[in-house]
Structure formats: structure tokens, C-alpha cells
């Protein structure tokens, strides 16, 4: 699969998004980052369900926003599975019809029982929504959202209306799907375990801006910067005041690092995990 690029400036009453990212071709790229951020506007206009003042989305060539050439491909053109935090379900559908839903009678008979197999909800493929408990319903919003097989899998919270023991389950389920189709996955989540779990590549969204994204190791590791570290759950942030070499200081006290700071070290926070005494 390509690489996906976006770059997009929104600007509404409250708000602004100055966002851009690589998203990488395979793999599940986690967005974190505060209420209000900006995570599902990104996530909105990658599907094409919001179009930014200034922008463009480049996949592997294909492109489907250049505000600039006035280019805007459609939702229903870009190909695009999405999974929304509540689901969206057609309540009056049942669940095969839910899941089949777009496709051509020919697909549908071909791909819907394959994907009811799939997630393990082929005995309730004629139930319909409201009879459904909220971890089936997430299985057939994936489902809906994975049989057109899509060049790019958005994923909005899916799990946070779902009780702990069923997140770790459907957590395997996706992470086992994603893998053996092997394309690209957005997801924005609050949960810093589920995307240490799940996540390939990490960014850290505040104020509208991708501040950090790499790989998911490195960004837990060095976040590179104090906002950024708060997100990824770092704690006992403490000002530094002067460094000598390895040794940085303070009022309240001194520590020598393993390895030598930057010069423009302001903060220091260590993990639990990395103090030696």
C-alpha cells in the first residue's frame, strides 16, 4: 500500500486545525491527544466528510483534495472504511443488510458471509441493531466498514462505549484482521494502554497540530517535548536550571543522566522503569 499525506488548515468559531502527517502505507497509526484537538476533524476530512479551507491529500499519487486545483473527491470515491464512535448502524436494516450495504448483489452474496465468518457474527446476520449488545455492534460496524476493502481503515474511539473485558477481546480481533490485510489504519483513541497495544506508529495531536509521530517505541520514549510527554502519561515534571556535562540541576537537587542532555533541556521527567540507584 502507498503512503498517505495530509495537510490540512481548518478554521471555525473556537477552533483551528494546522495539521499535516505521512500516514504510513501499512501498519495502525494511533492518534492521542486532548479533547478538542482536533483527532476526528482529521480523521473527517481523510474520509472526505469535511473539507477544509486549505489542504490536500495525496495517496500514493491518487489525489483526493487539492484546494489549491479545486480537486475534492467524494466519500463514495475515495474508498474509504470508517468506524464512528456510535457505530451508525441502520437501525432498520438487519445485520447482513447492514454489513452489505453499497455493494452489488453479486459482492454481497459473495463477501458478506465471508465477513460474518470473519468476526464471528454470522448467527446474528438476521438481527437487527437495537437487538444487539454494544460489542456486536462494533463487530458489525468493522465488518461494514472492512468488506469494500478499503484502501484506508478510520477508526473513531471504537471502543470506548464497550466494557474493559470486551475492549481487550475485540482489540485481538481488529489487530488479527488489520494484519492479514495488511493496509493502512488510522485510529484516535484516549486510551494510552489500547494504543501501546494496538498502535504501529504513534502521533500526539494538541491545539489542532501533529507535535510528534514515529514509531510507536520511540514516541513513548522521547516525546521531545513537555506537552507532548503530559499526553503519553509521563509525571513528575521538574525544571532544570543549569547542566554540567551528564549532571543537571536544580533547586532541588542534581541527577546524573546516562547520556548527555541537549543544551536546550528546560525539563526533566523519568520514568519509573529507568531510574538506577
Known amino acids: 500500500m502507498n503512503d498517505i ?12 486545525l494546522n495539521a499535516s502527517l505521512n500516514l504510513p502505507g501499512q501498519g495502525v497509526t494511533v492518534i492521542l491527544g486532548p479533547s478538542g484537538s482536533g483527532k476526528t476533524t482529521l480523521l473527517r ?35 474509504v472504511g470508517v468506524v464512528f464512535q456510535d457505530y451508525a448502524l441502520f437501525e432498520h436494516m438487519s445485520v447482513e ?41 462494533q463487530r458489525v460496524a468493522l465488518a461494514r466498514a472492512l468488506i469494500t ?17 470486551l475492549r481487550h477481546y475485540l482489540r485481538e480481533q481488529l489487530l488479527e484482521v488489520v494484519t492479514q490485510l495488511k493496509q493502512p489504519v488510522l485510529m484516535v483513541t484516549h486510551d494510552l494502554n489500547e494504543a501501546r497495544y494496538l ?28 506537552e507532548v510527554a503530559r499526553v503519553l502519561g509521563w509525571r513528575n515534571f521538574l525544571p532544570v536550571t543549569s547542566l ?22 528546560d525539563w526533566l521527567a523519568i520514568r519509573p522503569e529507568h531510574i538506577r540507584l
Do not use: C
Open 199 to 226: 498502535a504501529d506508529n504513534i502521533g500526539v495531536m494538541i491545539n489542532g497540530v501533529v507535535q510528534r509521530l514515529g514509531k510507536t517505541g520511540d514516541v513513548f520514549n522521547d516525546p521531545r517535548s513537555l
Open 149 to 165: 476493502e478499503p484502501e484506508l481503515l478510520l477508526l473513531d474511539e471504537p471502543f470506548a462505549a464497550l466494557e474493559t473485558h
Open 244 to 265: 554540567q556535562g551528564r549532571r543537571i540541576k536544580s533547586g532541588w537537587g542534581s541527577l546524573v543522566l546516562n547520556r548527555e542532555p541537549s543544551i536546550e533541556t
Open 45 to 79: 476530512i481523510l474520509a472526505g466528510l469535511e473539507k477544509p479551507q486549505q489542504g490536500i491529500i495525496d495517496n500514493g499519487g491518487d489525489i483526493w483534495l487539492d484546494t489549491q486545483k479545486h480537486t475534492f473527491i467524494p466519500p463514495q470515491q475515495r474508498n
Open 5 to 16: 499525506y495530509v495537510a490540512a488548515k481548518l478554521k471555525r468559531e473556537g477552533f483551528e
Open 97 to 137: 443488510a447492514n454489513v452489505g450495504f453499497g455493494l452489488t448483489r453479486a459482492k454481497r452474496r459473495r463477501r458478506v458471509p465471508q465477513w460474518l465468518d470473519k468476526l464471528n457474527i454470522k448467527e446474528l446476520a438476521q438481527r437487527h441493531p437495537r437487538q444487539l449488545s454494544g460489542g456486536q455492534r
